[in-house]
């Protein structure tokens, strides 16, 4: 998944930098933005949907440091490429429903701001679970078929 998108790099730093120019690392790295300022809203106004905010970003940050130092291929015992999935497409959710209910509740302005800026958060983890699919990932190749074997 992360590998066919990185650039060939003969160091170690190197290649732990090259991971920022895929599209997962600017996906993850902006994940982790936008828990970070939807945490500082939510800070602000109130500290009821600040855990969603915090959990997503911890979860974002591992991911990027496992990505981007190659660690998910010295684990394979953990499918790492479902284990994303089902990351992404359980944040994207919770995020549409806490933005949803906090924009129904209203309040002050940073409250609202930090409902939108969740609906923005669903849009980015469910853009990033269409993308790590791990069925959409597969390449399907046809049949080798035998030109003598056609009608008699």
Same mark, same amino acid.
């Given at each position: 998944?992360?590998?066919?998108?990185?650039?060939?790099?003969?160091?170690?730093?190197?290649?732990?930098?090259?991971?920022?120019?895929?599209?997962?690392?600017?996906?993850?790295?902006?994940?982790?933005?936008?828990?970070?300022?939807?945490?500082?809203?939510?800070?602000?106004?109130?500290?009821?949907?600040?855990?969603?905010?915090?959990?997503?970003?911890?979860?974002?940050?591992?991911?990027?440091?496992?990505?981007?130092?190659?660690?998910?291929?010295?684990?394979?015992?953990? /499918?790492?490429?479902?284990?994303?999935?089902?990351?992404? #497409?359980? &944040? *994207?959710? +919770?995020?549409?429903?806490?933005?949803? !209910?906090?924009?129904?509740?209203?309040?002050? /302005?940073?409250?609202?701001?930090?409902?939108?800026?969740? #609906?923005? &958060? *669903?849009? +980015?983890?469910?853009?990033?679970?269409? !993308?790590?699919?791990?069925?959409?990932?597969?390449?399907?190749?046809?049949?080798?078929?035998?030109?003598?074997?056609?009608?008699?």
């Amino acid at each position: 998944m992360a590998d066919s998108e990185r650039l060939s790099a003969p160091g170690c730093w190197a290649a732990c930098t090259s991971y920022w120019r895929t599209r997962k690392g600017i996906l993850l790295f902006a994940e982790i933005l936008l828990c970070l300022v939807i945490l500082i809203c939510f800070s602000a106004s109130t500290a009821a949907y600040s855990s969603l905010s915090v959990i997503e970003m911890i979860l974002a940050a591992v991911f990027f440091v496992i990505y981007m130092c190659d660690l998910h291929n010295k684990m394979p015992f953990i /499918n790492w490429p479902w284990s994303d999935f089902f990351r992404t #497409l359980i &944040a *994207a959710i +919770l995020y549409l429903i806490t933005s949803i !209910f906090v924009l129904i509740e209203g309040g002050n /302005n940073t409250k609202i701001i930090a409902g939108v800026l969740g #609906l923005f &958060a *669903a849009l +980015l983890f469910g853009y990033d679970a269409y !993308f790590t699919f791990p069925l959409r990932q597969q390449r399907h190749t046809a049949a080798p078929t035998d030109p003598t074997d056609g009608p008699v």
